[in-house]
């Protein structure tokens, strides 16, 4: 799988669906906004504070699984899991590549900003 990020904060993930014979395969495109995310102590805290109250709030906490890790990420920020789940949301076994990207879209909102 590659990822390739353009102008305007967009990226497209690229992989190859393997099959029998090379003339099967397949290319999927799968593109989605980035929001820049600086990894810190602060950003990192800040959001797991969130995603804390979501996981014990009577909405998720009786959830287990994907169903749980979706609800946590639309308790967080209604929007920004709009914008970036909506459409596709996870899949069992898929590996999220939009979390640092939501993280990001988080921090924006929230007007948490921090170094």
């Known amino acids: 799988m590659t990822r390739i990020c353009i102008l305007f904060g967009y ?11 090379s003339a099967d395969q397949t290319p999927v495109t799968f593109t ?9 102590p602060k950003n ?12 014990q ?4 906490n009786h959830m287990s699984g994907l169903s749980r890790t979706r609800c ?7 929007s920004c899991y709009r914008e970036l789940y909506q459409v596709d949301p996870l899949e069992d076994g898929e590996i999220d ?3 640092n990207s939501f993280k990001g879209c988080f921090i ?3 007007g948490r900003t921090r170094n």
Do not use: G, H, N, W
């Not at 990192?44 to 996981?55: D, G, K, Q, W």
């Open 57 to 60: 709030s009577s909405a998720c």
């Open 108 to 110: 924006q909102r929230s």
């Open 44 to 55: 990192e805290m800040t959001f797991r504070e969130f995603e804390t109250a979501c996981e």
């Open 32 to 40: 989605f906004k980035e929001f820049q995310y600086k990894d810190s």
């Open 72 to 78: 946590v990420r639309e308790c967080v920020s209604p």
């Open 97 to 99: 590549v939009r979390l």
């Open 11 to 21: 990226c497209t993930i690229l992989s190859l669906v393997i099959s029998k014979s």
